[in-house]
């Protein structure tokens, strides 16, 4: 059973930088795509980046681009997300996903999540 593990979260004044890890264990994920989510208080879950493992193509939504900045590390199963010029609206639990390619997210493993708090 997969199993992955969110660090790195805390509290940040905007325009600040922080760097969340998910370590990832229990299976092999060369043929998964990783990825990061938030939820903030009242709203949804919502998409901030992905990586497939293997190729390390990645994509963002509109929100981050630009700011934040998503990788892997092969040798220590571990996916980052980089994230600088942070704004209080990016406060938010922030959730690490993994799911085979081709399959959607909501059939993936998740972690427990990590709380990202954006001062003003």
């Known amino acids: 059973q997969a199993q992955l593990v969110e660090s790195g979260g805390g509290l940040v004044q905007a325009g600040g930088s922080l760097r969340l890890s998910c370590a990832a264990s229990g299976r092999t994920f060369s043929n998964y795509r990783m990825g990061w989510f938030r939820q903030a208080p009242g709203k949804e879950r919502e998409f901030v980046a992905m990586?497939?493992?293997?190729?390390?193509?990645?994509y963002y939504s509109d929100s981050v681009k630009g700011r934040f900045t998503i990788s892997r590390d092969n040798a220590k199963n571990t996916v980052y997300l980089q994230m600088n010029s942070l704004k209080p609206e990016d406060t938010a639990v922030y959730y690490c996903?993994?799911?085979?390619?081709?399959?959607?997210?909501?059939?993936?493993?998740w972690g427990q999540g990590t709380q990202v708090t954006v001062s003003s």
């Open positions: 990586i497939y493992w293997s190729g390390g193509t990645t």
């Open positions: 996903a993994a799911v085979q390619n081709g399959t959607p997210w909501s059939g993936g493993y």
